[in-house]
């Protein structure tokens, strides 16, 4: 069974400041890795994924993700919050059942930004 | 492509109500999963279709819970005799099949059972 850890349900920066929301996942085979972000009242919106190429991933609005087996994490990074950035973040490991491509999420991490 | 939508956004029903939620994939795509998301928690799978063949079911889908996805377009989640423990945000998302490709999310549908 696949699963993902992700600490911190809560993270706050100020505007401007380095973003790091750690995950660390679980899996018998390689993984497939994924970021989304929910903004209140929407879907989740796909960050990044890491699909076993370049082991640093750059995503959609600066974030970028970077995969290191020996530590089996998948931490996402921002170098300069935006106030925009406040939303709750996702980390997901993908399992491959009956042909599909089921995703096993975290229990997510809130991000808020202050001035 | 107009994204995935989920009808309706929101449903309150009282305890031992059936209740059914719609899902329209983005056109073409060949893969649809619904998820289910408690307060606090990440999503958790339900069920998936390949086209209209549903090809595995979460345990957390007890038999009050029925999906199809008939011509392999649009899908319905159905809920019967529902209870308090079933308010949740039901999620759905669609991809074009291939590999570690990417899920679609709707804005999902926001159901809360007195």
């Known amino acids: 069974a696949q699963s993902v850890t992700q600490l911190g349900s809560h993270v706050s920066v100020s505007e401007g400041a380095l973003v790091l929301l750690r995950c660390n996942y679980s899996s018998s085979v390689p993984p497939y890795l994924f970021w989304y972000v929910q903004y209140p009242n929407q879907g989740l919106q796909l960050l990044l994924k890491y699909t076993s190429a370049a082991t640093l991933v750059k995503g959609i609005n600066g974030f970028e993700a970077e995969f290191k087996k020996s530590e089996t994490s998948f931490h996402l990074t921002k170098p300069s919050a935006h106030m925009r950035d406040a939303a709750e973040y996702f980390c997901a490991v993908s399992s491959f059942t009956g042909g599909g491509n089921k995703l096993t999420f975290g229990t997510g991490t809130q991000l808020k930004v202050e001035l | 492509d107009t994204g995935v939508s989920q009808d309706p956004r929101h449903k309150i029903t009282k305890r031992g109500q059936n209740v059914t939620f719609r899902c329209d994939p983005i056109?073409?795509?060949?893969?649809l999963y619904w998820y289910r998301q408690t307060l606090g928690q990440g999503p958790e799978f339900l069920t998936y279709?390949?086209?209209?063949?549903?090809?595995?079911k979460s345990r957390l889908l007890s038999d009050r819970f029925s999906a199809e996805r008939p011509k392999g377009s649009f899908s319905t989640l159905e809920i019967q005799r529902t209870e308090q423990g079933d308010s949740a945000m039901y999620l759905c998302?669609?991809?074009?099949?291939?590999?570690?490709?990417?899920?679609?999310f709707g804005p999902g549908t926001r159901l809360l059972v007195l």
């Open positions: 279709f390949q086209n209209e063949a549903q090809l595995e």
């Open positions: 998302a669609s991809s074009l099949g291939a590999g570690a490709e990417t899920q679609y």
């Open positions: 056109s073409e795509h060949n893969r």
